[in-house]
């Protein structure tokens, strides 16, 4: 019988439907393809949180049965954990986020590949610091960016894990206010940035690791530290157009925003946050971003269009 696929297995579902943990519907649960993960990251990356949401049920009943299904199936099942966990992290469901990244883990290592152990260490981190455990985090990731570049000559790949994850390390430790390891992690990955930049085998499609990534995870490395005239510099000198996806767009403007806020320019945040609802209106419902409203409201509530912006991006009710 041909394979019918996830995604298209899943129109029609609610977000009611998702739930940890999963149950296996009724009906046969198609398999779990490389194009199914593919697609679902592709909705992830563009900020379709509701349409992820809808066909995540099905993509995690199915990545249960993927992770037995040798490393390759592993691999397929840790990449829906991860996307699992940071959708529950956009929707400020830390302890989901924490459990999902747990199971990414778990397939990960089936899976033994470092690219897929490295992702799976990213989701975790998020919920690791969320809940106070940092040094857990930490020590994760760095577990993780040692293996991917334990070898003589990495691949490009690798290397762009590498990246990516220091870059998430330099964020982390630099929430926890470790200054020293938080720049030495965001070098790591601007090095990392400028070699591949030279290596053959790592030209085509556009990466995930590139000097705009690297000036998006500075604002926030550097307003987590206190120093916003850094943060805002990097923000000013970042052009989101270079960026990969609409998420990562509506992250530069989140952050953004968020230095200017502590530095009392409540309608210059505002504008940021205009942009966010642009790149992916989605993200503007997030609770973290209508946090960041809220604080504006307070500030300068008479901002033009201020009221109108805040009738269109005002969460709905969830169903859960």
Known sequence: MERRSVLAAGVGLGASAFAVPAAVPAAPVPGLSADDVAAARRLFAAGAYTRLDEVLPLLLAAAARSTAQGPAGAARAAGVWVLASQLAVKQGRTEHAGTYAERAGAAARRSGDPVVLAAAARAAATPLRRTDRTDEALHLLEEARAHLTAASRPTAAGLEAAGMTALTAAYTAAQAH????????????????????????AAGPRRELTAAQCAL????????????DTALAHARRLRPAQLP??????????????????????????????????????????????????RIAEQRPALAGFAAYTRRTTARPSSR
């Not at 470790?178 to 085998?201: G, M």
């Not at 995870?217 to 916003?228: F, P």
């Open 178 to 201: 470790c200054p020293a390891t938080a720049y030495e992690f965001a070098a790591q990955a601007e090095e990392i940035t400028h070699h591949l930049a030279r290596r053959p085998d």
């Open 217 to 228: 995870y500075r604002i926030g490395i550097h307003r987590h530290l206190g120093d916003l």
């Open 245 to 294: 996806t609409a998420e990562r767009r509506a992250r530069a403007a989140t952050d953004t925003a968020r230095a200017l806020l502590d530095a009392d320019d409540a309608a210059a945040a505002f504008a940021q946050l205009r942009l966010v609802e642009l790149a992916a209106p989605h993200e503007a419902r997030r609770p973290s971003v209508q946090a960041l409203t809220a």
